[in-house]
């Protein structure tokens, strides 16, 4: 079978699984099985399957997925972001458009401490649009915010994405987290350019309003209790890995302990919210866990039918320079995350986009950097980006699809300015990794 035979037939089966609604693990699992019995042997070929499945998630730079994830359960349940987000009100005073860019800055806090982009929206969304509803604010205001600032969880650590994408590609693993840090805080910082914009053009859209006053001396009250001792779980996550005390895998175990040290500093600490926070890690984790073997033996079966090398040597034989490959892969990625959600997107496309980018010698974090903005990207795009779904539940359905994506359109117009200037100045992206090593 031709190398583009089997391409075809293998994503594009994987790819009607999924549409007819089977689990992703599962759809990888009937896809590898087909592709054994064609291109490994069959039944020799299904043992060597069921052997890498089970070394793929044998690995101990798989342990941070479900520490991290442990990390996000407890700052949720425990209480300790509407601590932040309480804190961070008060903080801001008074002036004009303030809620949005509270939005973004406890974005930016709870990407730090959660690990999941949508767990972030669906949290930040339950305090926030409610709040803007009832002091007036237009929903874009809002709405467009929080898209954007949910998706901040997939650069700023602990990302679950960059851990999932540096173990599945063999990519260090402290490298992408730390690459994620500097484009994170731009993009936040772009953000909160856009809503001054925003703003500027439409100031009917933010009213004016009187809040609590806050007196110096109570502000540096919060800023000592409220949110300073919310540096701790960054300390402890991304501050060991930079100065070499810590592996990311033993780095997710500090960021769990930071948080447990934090519950008990305020006093909510309770084996029911502990009980609740594994059991939710212990199912997400598996279900990844899962997804991992399938899409790590779906990489090999598709090497071994050809599939690998001949896509390769095809992409590379057009005489494209190195940036408008990355343009092409990019806008791939894209068009991929408008119909997949981030996990199946990255999953499905590593053993096909990787070796294009090896075989072109582009930095592989720098990729992966570009990878999760595009995976963000995707996850508040029609017709099947999730956020806007958990974004149209939280509004109650007094929002369309069509008008929450709007919302988020000069959020994500952001995103892409931040693949541009990552790619023109790649040391924003690479100068923690270096400086790690």
């Given at each position: ?8 037939l293998?994503?594009g ?11 992703v693990a ?14 490994m ?5 299904v043992?060597q399957?069921?052997?890498?499945g ?7 730079l798989?342990?941070?997925i479900p ?6 359960e407890?700052?949720?349940r425990?209480g ?5 987000f ?10 004009k458009?303030?809620l949005s860019?509270?939005?973004v ?9 959660s690990g999941s982009s ?7 969304g ?22 954007g600032?949910?998706?901040?969880a997939i650069?700023?650590p ?13 990519i ?5 987290l730390?690459a994620?840090v500097?484009?994170g805080?731009?993009?936040?910082a ?9 703003a ?10 009187q809040?609590e006053?806050?007196?110096a001396?109570q502000k540096?009250?919060?800023l ?15 501050g060991?890995?930079i ?9 997710a175990?500090?960021?769990?302990l930071a948080?447990l040290?934090?519950?008990g ?12 926070a ?5 199912r997400?984790s598996?279900?990844?866990f899962?997804?991992?073997v399938g899409?790590?033996t ?29 343009a092409?892969i ?6 991929a995350?408008?119909f997949?959600?981030?996990?199946s997107?990255?999953m499905l ?15 592989e ?7 999760m903005i ?8 029609p017709?099947l ?30 995103s ?5 200037l990552?790619i ?14």
């Open positions: 079978m031709e190398w583009y035979s089997a391409a075809i293998m994503v089966l994987i790819l009607g699984l999924m549409a007819l609604g089977f689990p599962i759809g990888f699992l009937i896809t590898n099985i087909v592709g054994v019995f064609l291109f042997g069959g039944e020799r070929g043992a399957l069921v052997a890498n089970a070394t793929s998630v044998n690995s101990f798989l342990v941070p520490l991290f994830i442990v990390m996000g407890l700052f949720f425990s300790l972001s509407k601590r932040a309480d804190a961070l009100d008060k903080l801001f005073g008074n002036f458009g303030r860019y509270i939005t800055a406890g974005g930016t806090v709870t990407a730090a401490m949508l767990a972030s929206t669906a949290m930040l339950s305090i926030m649009v409610p709040e803007g509803e009832r002091r007036g604010y237009r929903s874009s205001f809002i709405v467009g915010p929080l898209l600032a949910g998706g901040l650069l700023i602990p990302s679950i994405l960059m851990v999932l994408l540096g173990s599945i590609a063999r260090d693993v402290g490298s992408l730390l994620g500097v484009p805080l731009i993009l936040a772009l953000y909160v350019a856009a809503i001054f914009v925003m500027k053009l439409d100031p009917e859209g933010v009213p004016d309003y809040s006053r806050v007196s001396g540096l009250r919060i000592a209790f409220d949110i300073m001792p919310l540096s701790l779980v960054i300390v402890a996550v991304v060991t890995i100065y070499g005390i810590a592996t990311p895998s033993e780095s175990a500090f960021g769990v948080v040290i934090l519950m500093f305020y006093r909510c600490l309770t084996v029911q919210v502990v009980i609740k594994v059991t939710e890690a212990l997400f598996v279900m990844i899962f997804v991992i899409a790590s779906f990489s090999q079966v598709f090497a071994y039918s050809g599939a690998t090398h001949g896509l390769v040597d095809w992409a590379t034989s057009f005489d494209l320079s190195i940036y408008a490959m990355i092409v990019f806008v791939v990625l894209l068009v995350g408008m997949l959600d981030a996990i997107t990255m496309t590593i053993p096909i986009l990787l070796p294009i980018v090896q075989d072109l010698g582009f930095d974090v720098l990729f992966g950097v570009i990878m595009s995976l963000e990207i995707g996850a508040v795009t017709p980006g999730l956020a806007l779904y958990v974004m149209h539940s939280i509004t109650g359905g007094r929002m369309t699809l069509t008008q929450i994506f709007m919302a988020g359109l000069p959020f994500l117009i952001c892409i300015l931040l693949v541009v990552i023109v100045f790649p040391q924003l992206a690479l100068y923690l990794p270096e400086l790690a090593r």
